[in-house]
């Protein structure tokens, strides 16, 4: 396949994941935090099941703001918010997660007083009776949860903390886990034990859709990502495409991407 994607208005670059029916999806998105104030201005994106699709692009851009408006976070103003074809725009973030949608902040996504154990009990607290159920599960995947459940998180390395942050999240069992910048703020090792994490949710059959700064990492994980740009969504294609395009690079990676790939 070319190493460069197809920059056409209707983002039709093809993989044969894209070729599969979307499990969640954004069509011509609009929405902004103030009154008649954009920040997305017809943003479509989608997610096929079992995908890994980063978003990347400069500060402004829109792309916290995108999974906040998918995730009811946000006024959606235009467009549609899919969820297994279902119209699911505008719906509250305890409806989503009952669908089957995770979401996982960037700022502030633990408590520090409270134990590991008890931050995951947070994330089923409707499901009480589930708790042991999905402990065990989410262990299976981190270790570190079970061996440290009595452990306060305010005494965690901010890399732990962001593993506690999506453990929680996964205590719901969700179809579709939201990022936000999971590696902001983060050491260059903490951020590789992160996107590791990252990874292990992915393969275990969670579909993700995950914003991030660190776009050269991102990129390298992402079965596909999305450029965006001015609250669109400029360029799609593979990680690898796109960490290759001379025109991404130039625009949005900068020399160092060049140089080193």
């Known amino acids: 396949m070319s190493a460069e994607t197809d920059h056409s208005t209707d983002h039709s670059t093809e993989t044969g994941a894209e070729q599969g029916t979307p499990l969640l999806e954004s069509q011509d998105l609009v929405a902004g935090y103030i009154p008649e104030v954009n920040v997305l201005?017809?943003?479509?994106?989608?997610?096929?099941?079992?995908?890994?699709?980063?978003?990347?692009?400069?500060n402004g851009a829109g792309k916290s703001t995108l999974i906040k408006a998918m995730f009811g976070l946000v006024p959606v103003r235009g467009g549609q918010v899919l969820l297994r074809g279902?119209?699911?725009?505008?719906?509250?973030?305890?409806?989503?997660?009952?669908?089957?949608?995770?979401?996982?902040?960037?700022n502030d996504n633990v408590f520090p007083p409270l134990t590991?154990?008890?931050?995951l009990q947070m994330g089923i607290y409707l499901r009480p009776k589930e708790f042991g159920e999905r402990f065990k599960a989410v262990s299976e995947l981190f270790p570190l949860l079970a061996?440290?459940?009595?452990?306060?998180?305010?005494?965690?390395?901010g890399g732990e903390r962001q593993v506690v942050a999506m453990g929680r999240a996964l205590m719901t069992d969700p179809d579709v886990l939201f990022l936000d910048e999971p590696s902001a703020g983060l050491s260059p090792i903490m951020q590789d034990s992160v996107f590791e994490a990252v990874r292990t949710i992915n393969d275990s059959g969670v579909s993700i859709l995950m914003v991030e700064q660190n776009a050269n990492s991102c990129?390298?994980?992402?079965?596909?990502a999305y450029v965006l740009d001015q609250g669109k969504d400029a360029y799609t294609g593979t990680g690898r495409q796109?960490?290759?395009?001379?025109?991404v690079v130039e625009l949005y990676?900068?020399?160092l991407a060049r140089i080193a790939h």
């Open 147 to 157: 061996e440290r459940s009595n452990q306060r998180c305010g005494s965690l390395s």
């Open 86 to 106: 279902e119209d699911i725009t505008g719906a509250r973030a305890h409806q989503l997660v009952a669908k089957g949608l995770g979401y996982v902040p960037q």
């Open 41 to 58: 201005n017809g943003c479509t994106v989608h997610v096929v099941q079992g995908e890994l699709v980063g978003i990347i692009g400069p």
């Open 253 to 255: 990676l900068g020399t």
């Open 116 to 119: 590991i154990q008890e931050t």
């Open 242 to 247: 796109l960490m290759e395009d001379p025109k």
């Open 219 to 224: 990129l390298e994980i992402s079965d596909r």
